[in-house]
């Protein structure tokens, strides 16, 4: 039962981050590192992949897929936290980032990675 609620709680939770992108573009193009090229071009790919990855977690058959998109995705994400720490404090959106923050938020990264490959779908073997 509570493997049922944390996958409904990151369902609900990747697809409506992925719909912000799309609503609340401004506080997440700030926060993309300087150095990467088109900022409003990949919120809005980083925002539809957490909608598609999110969507993915639902059915067993393509939960893998949904759990691999999204861990790497969180890795790919971590210049994003390391440039927050750096801008902190600063404004997200409608949220004020301090530095205690912008750490938690860093260091939440390893969390939601294993968070997500707990629900990983395992192949069982036949019992011989």
Known sequence: MLKKISLVILVIGYIAAG???FVHPDGYIKIIPDYLPYPNQLNYISGGFEILFGLLLVLPTTRNYGVSGL???LAFFMPVHITMLHQAPLWVGS???TPLLAWLRLFLQ?????WLFWHMQTKRKPVA
């Open 19 to 21: 719909i912000n992108h």
């Open 71 to 73: 861990i790497m995705m």
């Open 95 to 97: 949220l004020f980032v």
């Open 110 to 114: 390893p969390v939601l990675m294993l």
